[in-house]
């Protein structure tokens, strides 16, 4: 009997990890095309943890980025977020070179990474089953993602990019 019960454990266990591991990677939102820089972007790693890194178009955020774990339950995906990157300080300037923002930057600052007090526990509904001429797609709360890269650990792991 407990034999039984230890592979069925160890199966579930597998289920969950092949399931994780299958959106491993690094996924843009809107499009496959990386042009200078990324847009919003999800960093999903083998070991089942995660990193939301916002556009780097948006040259106003403090939040540069998000992360935690996360796992798949069904067609939803529970992110618990537990740390925060954020550029703190730093100075307001007219940007010419900036592509948001109405052309207003924050410049210098230092970038940070903030330990939450309480761990963050949110759900999103998760669609792997998107089909696209652009790539590998998949839906988070109806908004569409591209894989453009197989391994998030080559400028990622840390949450900063």
Same mark, same amino acid.
């Given at each position: 009997?407990?034999?039984?019960?230890?592979?069925? +454990? =160890?199966? @579930?266990? #597998?289920? $969950?990890?092949?399931?994780?591991?299958?959106? *491993?990677?690094?996924?843009?939102?809107?499009?496959?095309?990386?042009?200078?820089?990324?847009?919003?972007?999800?960093?999903?790693?083998?070991?089942?943890?995660?990193?939301?890194?916002?556009?780097?178009?948006?040259?106003?955020?403090? +939040? =540069?980025? @998000?992360? #935690?774990? $996360?796992?798949?339950?069904?067609?939803?995906? *529970?992110?618990?977020?537990?740390?925060?990157?954020?550029?703190?300080?730093?100075?307001?300037?007219?940007?010419?070179?900036?592509?948001?923002?109405?052309?207003?930057?924050?410049?210098?600052?230092?970038?940070?990474?903030?330990?939450?007090?309480?761990? @963050?526990?949110?759900?999103?509904?998760?669609?792997?089953?998107?089909?696209?001429?652009?790539?590998?797609?998949?839906?988070?709360?109806?908004?569409?993602?591209?894989?453009?890269?197989?391994?998030?650990?080559?400028?990622?792991?840390?949450?900063?990019?």
């Amino acid at each position: 009997m407990k034999k039984i019960f230890c592979v069925i +454990i =160890l199966v @579930i266990i #597998g289920i $969950y990890q092949s399931k994780a591991q299958s959106l *491993v990677g690094v996924w843009q939102r809107d499009t496959n095309c990386v042009l200078g820089k990324h847009l919003d972007t999800y960093c999903f790693f083998s070991d089942g943890t995660f990193c939301f890194n916002s556009d780097e178009n948006n040259s106003l955020s403090r +939040i =540069l980025s @998000i992360g #935690g774990s $996360y796992i798949i339950v069904k067609n939803q995906i *529970v992110f618990h977020v537990k740390y925060t990157i954020e550029r703190s300080d730093g100075i307001l300037v007219r940007d010419t070179l900036a592509t948001q923002c109405g052309s207003w930057s924050i410049k210098g600052g230092v970038i940070k990474k903030m330990m939450l007090r309480k761990t @963050i526990v949110e759900k999103a509904d998760l669609d792997r089953t998107v089909n696209s001429k652009s790539g590998k797609c998949l839906l988070i709360d109806m908004r569409k993602y591209f894989k453009i890269s197989n391994n998030p650990d080559i400028n990622y792991k840390s949450g900063t990019k």
